[in-house]
């Protein structure tokens, strides 16, 4: 069993940054692929981003393609979340998950096997 906790979330001004922090408990955490997702009021959770478990490759949704960075750090069993140039649509609560199958690459919130249980966003204009 793993066991995810986000932390970072709270109100920014458009234009401003984040940086989401997910840290896991379990030692096998550097065995997953781990993935960010967001859900806002009223709309299915999507994706946001997902990074292998050597960090050797990140994938992004279109609408946070060059805002966003993904990035892991095994030793802490940490993954992170940074977003810049917040605009008020990123509005949403932000969950991480891990994939237990690290041959794949997941962009789709039933693939993933555990999940956090999300931290708040909010983009003010």
């Known amino acids: 069993q793993v066991q995810l906790v986000e932390s970072g979330g709270g109100l920014v001004q458009a234009g401003g940054s984040l940086r989401l922090s997910c840290t896991a408990s379990?030692?096998?955490?550097?065995?997953?692929?781990m993935g960010w997702f967001r859900q806002a009021p009223g709309k299915e959770r999507e994706f946001v981003a997902t990074i292998t478990w050597r960090a050797s490759n990140t994938y992004y949704a279109d609408s946070v393609k060059g805002r966003f960075t993904i990035s892991r750090d095994n030793a802490k069993n940490t993954v992170y979340l940074q977003m810049n140039s917040l605009k008020p649509e990123d509005t949403a609560v932000y969950y991480c998950?891990?994939?237990?199958?690290?041959?794949?690459?997941?962009?789709?919130?039933?693939?993933?096997?555990?999940w956090g249980q999300g931290t708040q966003v909010t983009v003010s204009s």
């Open positions: 379990g030692r096998a955490f550097s065995s997953y692929n």
């Open positions: 998950a891990a994939d237990q199958q690290p041959l794949r690459v997941a962009d789709k919130w039933g693939e993933y096997d555990y």
